[in-house]
């Protein structure tokens, strides 16, 4: 079965730092982009970042820039986003996608991540 699934998300303190995880099974990695997202209450989804497969990251949202860093490992099958100084505006569902562009592929189940202000 084709899945993607994150991990890692939970409630931090403005400041604090967070490790979401997107880990696939049924296919591999590498050969996929692989997008973050996320929407806030209320909000529409927007793309955080994207790193395609060679590793090499092609975007960061203005709004993380310098805070959140993505990195892929192919041998696990993961791709991780760190999630550093973070906001109270951080807090949304993230998701991962094997698609950069927010449209088609293959999409998590999303994970909580809370920012008290």
């Known amino acids: 079965q084709v899945q993607l699934v994150e991990s890692g998300g939970g409630l931090v303190h403005p400041g604090g730092s967070l490790r979401l995880s997107c880990a696939a099974s049924?296919?591999?990695?590498?050969?996929?982009?692989i997008g973050w997202f996320r929407q806030a209450p209320g909000k529409e989804r927007e793309g955080v970042s994207c790193?395609?497969?060679?590793?090499?990251?092609?975007f960061y949202a203005d709004s993380v820039k310098g805070r959140f860093t993505v990195a892929r490992d192919n041998a696990k099958n993961t791709v991780y986003l760190q999630m550093n100084s973070l906001k109270p505006e951080d807090t949304a569902v993230y998701y991962c996608?094997?698609?950069?562009?927010?449209?088609?592929?293959?999409w998590g189940q999303g994970t909580q991540v809370t920012v008290p202000s």
């Open positions: 996608a094997t698609v950069c562009s927010g449209r088609g592929g293959y």
């Open positions: 049924g296919f591999t990695l590498d050969n996929h982009p």
């Open positions: 790193v395609i497969s060679s590793g090499y990251v092609t």
